[in-house]
């Protein structure tokens, strides 16, 4: 079944005129119509979109033309990437049939590089959620066992590759959505250095924390995507204008001889599941045999992270959510004579944005304003401060660093759904990078014996050392191979005998 | 211990535009007591002598040439517009000052 | 009964505040590449990033940096090393991300000065006004409101948005509290505006149109009892839209607040604005609760760190100020200070000055600004420059009377009909077929036929009473229709009388 190879490899399917993307398409396409009722990881399916870029791609492939290695291979979009004329919800009620009059940078890089847009995917309203249970349309199922979630906000994304609906998929990470989606579903998931990949077009969440990256089930795919859409945007004032690492060299490299690799003190241990930690200290063990170094490092103002985080967050949520008010675009409720507009934005703002999103708005209006600043919002920036001294530190003793990405595995749909804090307490080891603005990349690292579900090992690297991440995530991953045999999603179950 | 009150809340939801129902206010004022306390710590280490972080990344002027780009048609910019009369944007009655 | 006010000066010291935000002429707006033509078809100049459209992304306009702080060398101040945007967070129709894009606490420009002279009982005085700061900032769009009778907010049903003014640069120069001007403060607020305007147009960096918006004054007014330091509460004037309503509003609000003072009552704190037709000024909405702006630094842009080679370049390139390029125009056409004054007052200088550059005589371009023109334009109440005859037309209108081919009275006649929309003075003498009558012949007849009618005049002027042509001299004027020279009348009179 072609549907369940890697990208590189269909890219060689195609490039050897072994399949068609109009094919290769079509096949996605219909396996997303059996299994997505179960799933729910699109929001929308674009199936005349796609089959008309895959066809294109063809073409020129007929044609002879220079094509980009991910030429005509499909992808899934988190619907927090607008698309021009698709619709862009964002998860969110508040955008109900919108569609964007422009192209987001990452989709127009996609574009550039005839990658074939299957749809968009679903998330937690907003990009805000570890679990995609606060889209407004429904959650997502993890394909490992339908009644758990496949971790958020991009649950949508990383579904959508465990499902084989899609071999290639894009996430935002703000503080761990790419991460930790990756982690619970055992695919591959990277957070670049932030200004790595362009914003523009990217529906903001929290400015100075949010980043596109790849999601894929390998980590040469991941690089393949990462190399497409990176690279410095004119239109994103804060895009690197620097060359973009050498990322696909690396993966193909994978080779850790004489690398420090430091564990965090502080990312294990407590509130760690037990198979979690199992899986990590393999994977060290691992690398240590491929001739890395383990050194253990300290950052002590991590754990002050989360709490900043929901600080800084929320602060800059509530004023990049200020826009949906309904009078330029999304939903209007309320509007009848005699109606003020600051009657119909309260109404259309109350009825549009879930729980969660307008708790956020709350917390970080709270946070902005006028007496609580320097205490909340301003003492959550110095925190940000420590932690990148943090890593800075760590960085001298280790050329990356390591811990699980989630303290635990994919959990129930609804379990954690009315405990905020439980809830964020996901995010414990992804947010510390997004903080820094570095770069930290997800693979899988087994499965916890537990529950049989897979576990996430993280890699963090400096900003614009991208590179390291997938040199250290391709070695990784290549000894873990050897020593199952054959990719942990080969063990996926949720979708019973058509997995 | 931060105590927030449902009037607090009431005035948070007023300057963010939410209209929240008295019960939705009480629900959020006892979540956001737990959430503040929680994130409260920041200031446990949040020093004189610590300078604030607000970009992630040493970035600094960064510009763009005056030059005219495209616009979109009057179509698109109105194509999402709920409501749409004379080329502009139709809008309820504004409560506001007279600009 | 309003108040006079020489007893509001008698018990009262104003304290004024002037806050004048300027559209900059960029070609293209602050954060995105739209174009700023006034007076376009209504959203033609809009983008995603002017209509906040989810996920657009601002970039700032480098020229808007550099008119900024050309802005604030010719005011004096201090150049920041480092300064930001901050986002200015509150809600309304016609700003579409419901934040502006501003500066807060790390403007741009600070602590500078402008120097105005007043023609005071004393002679000519000088003001200091101190600034306090220049930042920039971006403008909102244009609201129509429908329905009810007056095109008012209040009582209207609904309203139409434009955006193409939302994100056109603005520059907000703000002023300390103005001391010390006593009376004064009407004739100092009016004199800074226009000072300030006069250098922003020797800047070229905006066009400074009051009528169309693009500089606008807040005027801040309190008072307080002579020899109390006890400052009054301050009202803020908006919607002052030309220097004479600049003047007009301040001393309107100096009175109106010596009235509430005088009955006990409080002026409360409030945004006001100014009424055109009478002079006066109304309460705008107050609002029930104080806003919370909630201001933070604007994570979408990274700051301002300009480098002192620009900065020194621009410094060396500001033109001459208007206060010493006054006073050299005043020395070159040896002007009386009085004359200087009303030509300043009446703000033909500029126009005179381009009209002499044509040519013209000095005294001759300003007798025409000042006095037939001056007074067609006072008739229609619009200033002289707003009149449709040009500087190119009065230079030749002089040049036309030095060369005997006009008289003052017919040159009267030809600016009336190019203000009338006749044409340039060339068409207009075409086709009213307008010329001095030097044809002797023609000239002699008339004269006779004066001499004929007032026989006893002539027999004076004979006896040597010269005064007594005056008579004749006007009749043969008259039966010329104004076409004759005068000069040429009398000579040939005095001739054809023995004289
Ligand atoms: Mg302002
Ligand atoms: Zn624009």
Redesign the pocket.
């Known amino acids: 079944m072609i549907i369940k190879r890697n990208a590189a490899d269909m890219a060689a399917a195609l490039a050897s005129g072994e399949t068609t993307s109009v094919a290769l398409t079509q096949a996605h396409l219909d396996r997303i119509a059996e299994v997505d009722k179960e799933v729910h990881a699109f929001l929308h399916v674009d199936s005349e979109g796609a089959l008309a870029q895959a066809a294109l791609a063809d073409k020129k492939r007929a044609a002879g033309e220079k094509l980009s290695p991910l030429a005509g291979i499909p992808l899934a979009l988190k619907d927090v990437m607008v698309q021009k004329g698709i619709p862009t919800t964002c998860g969110s009620k508040m955008l109900e049939g919108w569609r964007p009059p422009y192209d987001s940078t990452v989709v127009s890089k996609l574009r550039a590089a005839d990658v074939v847009i299957l749809g968009k995917t679903n998330m937690d309203e907003f990009a805000m959620g570890s679990s995609t249970e606060n889209s407004a349309y429904g959650p997502t199922h993890n394909p490992w066992d339908l009644s758990r979630i496949p971790g958020g906000s991009g649950g949508g994304s990383s579904a959508s590759l465990a499902a084989f609906e899609a071999p290639l998929a894009i996430g935002t990470d703000t503080g761990g959505s790419i991460r930790q989606p990756a982690a619970v579903t055992g695919t591959v998931g990277v957070k670049p250095t932030y200004g790595g990949v362009s914003r523009y077009g990217l529906v903001a969440f929290s400015s100075s924390l949010d980043q596109a990256g790849p999601c894929a089930r390998t980590v040469l795919d991941a690089a393949l995507l990462h190399e497409v859409i990176a690279g410095h945007d004119p239109k994103d004032s804060t895009s690197i204008n620097a060359p973009v690492p050498a990322i696909v060299a690396a993966a193909k490299n994978g080779n850790v001889k004489g690398l420090k690799i430091g564990v965090i003190k502080e990312l294990q241990g407590e509130g760690y599941q037990a198979g979690v930690l199992n899986r990590f200290n393999e994977s060290l063990e691992l690398l240590a045999g491929l001739g890395a170094e383990i050194v253990e490092v300290s950052c002590p103002y991590f754990e002050y992270a989360l709490a900043a985080y929901y600080l800084i967050a929320p602060s800059e949520c509530s004023s990049n959510l200020a826009r949906f008010d309904a009078m330029r675009y999304g939903i209007r409720v309320g509007d009848a004579s005699g109606v003020s507009a600051e009657e119909v934005m309260n109404l259309t703002r109350e009825v549009g944005f879930g729980r969660e999103v307008k708790r956020r708005i709350i917390l970080g209006t709270y946070a902005l304003s006028s007496g609580y600043y320097d205490a909340y919002y301003g003492s959550a920036q110095k925190v940000r401060t420590l932690i990148k001294q943090d890593f800075d530190n760590a960085f001298l003793k280790a050329d990356v660093l390591v811990s699980p990405t989630a303290p635990t595995t994919a959990f129930k749909i609804g379990e954690k759904a009315d405990d905020p804090i439980a809830m964020y307490l996901n995010d414990i080891a992804t947010i510390p990078v997004n903080m820094a603005g570095i770069c930290g990349m997800s693979l899988p690292s087994g499965l916890a014996e537990e529950d049989n579900l897979p576990t996430g090992f993280q890699i963090m690297a400096p900003a614009m050392k991208d590179d390291r991440l997938y040199n250290v995530g391709a070695a990784l991953e290549a000894a873990l191979l050897s020593k199952w045999g054959a990719p942990i999603l080969s063990h996926v179950s949720g979708l019973g005998a058509r997995a | 211990m931060a105590e927030i009150s449902r009037d607090d809340v009431a005035n948070l939801a007023r300057l963010a535009r939410i209209d929240m129902a008295p019960a939705e206010l009480d629900h959020l004022a006892s979540e956001l007591g737990v959430i503040l306390n929680a994130v409260a710590r920041v200031q446990e280490v949040a020093g004189q002598n610590v300078p604030p972080t607000s970009h992630p990344l040493p970035l600094q002027n960064v510009y763009r040439k005056d030059e005219v780009t495209p616009s979109l048609t009057p179509e698109a910019a109105l194509s999402a517009a709920p409501a749409s009369e004379e080329q502009r944007f139709k809008v309820p009655k504004i409560l506001g000052e007279e600009a | 009964m309003s108040l006079k006010y020489e007893d509001v000066i008698a018990k009262y010291e104003p304290v004024l505040g002037l806050e004048v935000?300027v559209e900059l002429g960029t070609a293209s707006k602050m954060f995105c590449g739209c174009n700023t033509i006034f007076g376009a078809e209504p959203n033609t100049q809009t983008c995603p990033v002017c209509l906040g459209l989810p996920g657009a992304l601002p970039v700032v306009n480098e020229k808007a940096i550099e008119y900024t702080i050309m802005i604030g060398l010719a005011l004096n101040c201090s150049i920041a090393p480092f300064s930001r945007f901050a986002r200015k967070n509150y809600f309304y129709p016609d700003m579409p991300k419901n934040f502006?894009t501003?500066q807060y606490d790390e403007p741009i420009c600070i602590n500078g000065f402008l120097d105005v002279e007043i023609d005071t009982d004393e002679g000519i005085k000088k003001f200091r006004v101190e600034i306090e700061r220049v930042h920039m900032?971006e403008d909102t769009g244009k609201s129509l409101h429908m329905g009810g009778a007056t095109g008012r907010i209040h009582g209207a049903d609904y309203s139409l948005l434009d955006y193409n003014r939302a994100g056109i640069p603005l520059v907000?120069i703000v002023t300390k509290i103005v001391p010390g001007t006593g009376k004064y403060a009407p004739e100092v607020a009016r004199a800074y505006v226009a000072e300030l305007r006069d250098i922003l147009r020797s800047l070229n960096v905006s066009d400074v149109k009051m009528e169309q918006g693009s500089l606008r004054c807040d005027a801040n007014v309190s008072l307080r009892l002579i020899g109390s330091d006890v400052l009054g509460t301050r009202s803020e004037t908006k919607n002052v839209n030309s220097l004479r309503s600049v003047e007009r509003a301040v001393r309107g609000e100096m009175i109106r607040h010596a009235e509430l003072l005088n009955k006990g009552e409080r002026v409360v704190q409030e945004t006001r604005h100014f009424q055109e037709d009478t002079g006066l000024t109304r309460s705008g909405r107050s609002k029930e609760q104080a806003e919370d702006y909630r201001y933070f630094p604007e994570p979408d842009l990274v700051p301002i760190v300009p480098d002192a080679t620009w900065i020194e370049t621009l410094r060396a390139a500001l033109p001459e100020k208007p206060s010493t390029h006054r006073k050299r125009l005043q020395e070159a056409w040896s002007v009386p200070d009085k004359e200087m004054a009303s030509m300043i007052n009446a703000d033909v200088l500029e126009i005179v000055e381009a009209t002499v550059n044509l040519g013209a005589d000095p005294a001759k371009a300003r007798g025409w600004w000042l006095g037939e023109i001056a007074r067609i334009a006072n008739e229609k109440d619009v200033t002289a420059a707003d009149l449709p005859i040009t500087p190119k037309d009065v230079a030749e209108i002089v040049a036309l009377v030095a060369a005997g081919e006009l008289t003052d009275k017919l040159a009267r006649q030809v600016i009336e009909a190019v203000i009338a929309g006749e044409g340039r003075p060339s068409e207009v003498i075409e086709t009213r077929g307008i010329k001095v009558v030097s044809d002797d012949g023609a000239l002699m007849a008339a004269i006779e036929k004066a001499i004929a009618a007032q026989p006893e005049v002539a027999e004076k002027v004979r006896g040597g009473n010269l005064p007594a042509a005056g008579a004749l001299i006007g009749a043969v004027m008259k039966e010329t229709e104004g076409q004759a020279d005068a000069a040429k009348v009398r000579e040939l009179l005095l001739k054809h009388l023995g004289q």
């Open positions: 935000h502006q501003s900032e907000e």
